[in-house]
């Protein structure tokens, strides 16, 4: 799949698409980065308790795909030692930014609000995902486009529209924003 040349895509992880054994995110791995190359892609499963051993093989096989800047979700000592080039935190870890930072990871950070985003660069962050951007089960009243364009126009830092992107014509209408790149779970399976 193609995207806009003008955006960045970010595929994002969800233990219902990608299982819960080191086999099944693997090959699940290797078949979504096959399919779209998106240049990052991140590893988030918040419920497993086997979190280091399914990122591990999600590392494995994106680094052996060769098309992105790996991430892990929230655990910058663990995307360190498994030897991915990143972590994606939480909005509510803003404050381990800088830590992350000098631990030489690329560090994107997941924000809400433009106070949040201007946190985020303040501490160091390389990119935000600033969200929701359409509507997405769960999350909240969309920001809408017009709002994603006026936070972009007003910050100097790397953003991905996240939220409800599941179609090109959605990638598109993110792309006339301005914005860096564009994040979702959804859109690559």
Known sequence: MTFNAAINAYLITDPSYYGDT?????????????????????FRDKQTPRYAELAAAFVAAAKEAGCCTV???????LAKALGADGVHLTSRQLGEIAVAKAMGLYVVASCHSLEEIRTAAREGADAVT??????SPGKG????LEDLKETVGKIGLNIFALGG??????VGQVAATGVYGFASIRYFV
């Open 71 to 77: 991430l892990l979700h929230s655990d910058p000592a």
């Open 130 to 135: 600033y969200s929701p951007v359409f509507a």
């Open 141 to 144: 009243i969309p920001k809408g």
């Open 165 to 170: 992107i599941t179609t090109p014509e959605q």
């Open 22 to 42: 080191p086999e099944s995110v693997a090959e699940a791995t290797e078949e979504m980065l096959g399919i779209h190359r998106p240049e990052f892609a991140c």
